[in-house]
T-cell receptor, first 116, second 114 residues
């Protein structure tokens, strides 16, 4: 079956611009996660959705970052006034349910964001 | 707060040799533990997982890992490495008592010499 998909695969933007990154989870998965992976590091948690609501957004670094999942399926990560430090690979993951119900997370291929 | 340490940044092994990648975690309660593999330009693929029960878990591609609570470790092993195993390996811990995020280590880059 189809896995998690993310678009675009690469995004180059200029400092100060606005970007949107899209994630299509595995069909039927109610939980969706965003992580950010900087060069040479492991992924870092940004936000977790259960259904349409953000159940945990404690990893968002500041108020320039925002994510939505209006219909409980596709999610969009939005970054305003991008900075060079935002350059990273943004990973999306989905699971059948929450982690604490023994559900593993399946990751997409990521979107590589480069801010010039 | 939960954390993961992967003490080896790079490891080189010969094809056919055995492999052990180290992972130590910090978490107050029973953790959920995972190993993922990432090949260049690819997403993370789950190798194996531990939620509860048998502390020796089997995964895909011939990998296994053992949860040792007394040592706060979840080391990944493979008896005979193949050249295609060259990749970056990440250990991750999830909060069993609540919360749903994964906390990852910084990864171990595995090189396989032919």
């Amino acid at each position: 079956g189809a896995g998690v998909s993310q678009t675009p695969s690469n995004k180059v933007t200029e400092k100060g611009k606005y970007v949107e990154l899209r994630c299509d989870p595995i069909s039927g998965h109610t939980a969706l996660y965003w992580y950010r992976q900087s060069l040479g590091q492991g992924p870092e948690f940004l936000i977790y959705f259960q259904g349409t609501g953000a159940a945990d957004d404690s990893g968002l670094p500041n108020d320039r970052f925002f994510a939505v999942r209006p219909e409980g399926s596709v999610s969009t990560l939005k970054i305003q006034r991008t900075e060079r430090g935002d350059s990273a690979v943004y990973l999306c993951a989905s699971s059948k349910g929450p982690l604490n119900s023994y559900n593993e997370q399946f990751f997409g291929p990521g979107t590589r964001l480069t801010v010039l | 707060a939960q954390s993961v340490t992967q003490p080896d940044i790079h490891i080189t092994v010969s094809e056919g040799a055995s492999l052990e990648l180290r992972c130590n975690y910090s978490y107050g309660a029973t953790p959920y533990l995972f190993w993922y593999v990432q090949s260049p330009g690819q997403g993370l693929q789950l190798l194996l997982k531990y939620f509860s029960g048998d502390t020796l878990v089997q995964g895909i591609k011939g990998f296994e890992a053992e949860f040792k609570r007394s040592q706060s470790s979840f080391n990944l092993r493979k008896p005979s490495v193949h050249w295609s195993d060259a990749a970056e390996y990440f250990c991750a811990v999830g909060a069993g008592g609540g919360g749903n995020k994964l906390t990852f280590g910084t990864g171990t880059q595995l090189k396989v010499e032919l």
